[in-house]
């Protein structure tokens, strides 16, 4: 099932903070976290993996609640640069093919 | 640099008529992956190679296939484009780094298709 993101979209302004949520009604073994932005292929921010393995950008936070299914990432300090359409993404099966949620779109203004 | 390249970046075919789609990677990476995302939606895996092998969604229609005649190239076939099948068509490739869920996909820029 496709994983359920929150908020649809959210308008910040420069050094203000936000947090997206994803969710699943399915047990998950990672997460996975992609920014779109606007006419550009989705680029990759992060994987969580059950355990408490991370792989991604250091200047990107996340989390993973694995027994709530749940993860949440964190951006501070917004830059106009963090504007864009932002995925959740969930395995499918065990080859990296992932159901990805409906997006939340990231305003960033000045 | 290394990078997923997809040629064309748009493409316009007639209601009917086969289209072809390409991928090339110089990552070497041993999983390739195709992406239909239509405007404002997200991104909806159609199949994947892992290796040589073929992975199929449940939920993708017939009217799709794909061929990957080695680990560089991947096509995606259109058999009989429909007015609905125009959206943005996404190749991404990763590899496997022996640990479950941890498949980093490298996107290429996409080919936008409008059928006509």
């Known amino acids: 099932q496709q994983p359920v993101q929150s908020p649809q979209a959210v308008i910040l302004r420069e050094g203000e903070d936000a947090v997206i949520n994803c969710s699943s009604s399915k047990a998950l073994y990672s997460v996975h976290w992609y920014r779109q932005k606007h006419g550009e292929a989705p680029v990759f921010l992060m994987i969580l993996l059950k355990g408490g393995e991370q792989k991604g950008h250091e200047k990107i936070s996340a989390s993973f609640n694995e027994k709530k299914q749940q993860s949440s990432l964190y951006l501070t300090a917004s830059q106009l640069s963090y504007s864009g359409t932002y995925f959740c993404?969930?395995?499918?099966?065990?080859?990296?093919?992932?159901?990805f949620g409906k997006g939340t779109k990231l305003s960033v203004k000045p | 640099d290394a990078m997923v390249i997809q040629n064309p970046r748009y493409q316009v075919t007639q209601f009917g008529k086969p289209v072809t789609l390409s991928c090339s990677q110089t990552?070497?990476?041993?999983?390739m992956y195709w992406y239909q995302q239509k405007s404002s939606q997200a991104p909806k895996l159609l199949f994947h190679y892992y290796d040589k092998d073929f992975n199929n969604e449940a939920d993708t229609p017939d009217n799709f296939q794909s061929r990957r005649p080695n680990t560089s190239f991947c096509f995606l076939d259109i058999r009989s484009p429909g007015l609905g099948d125009a959206a943005m068509y996404l190749c991404?490739?990763?590899?496997?780094?022996?640990?479950?869920?941890?498949?980093?996909?490298?996107f290429g820029p996409g080919t936008r298709l409008t059928v006509t």
């Open positions: 993404g969930t395995e499918k099966g065990s080859q990296g093919n992932l159901i």
């Open positions: 991404a490739t990763s590899r496997d780094l022996g640990r479950e869920g941890l498949y980093e996909q490298y």
């Open positions: 990552l070497n990476h041993n999983v």
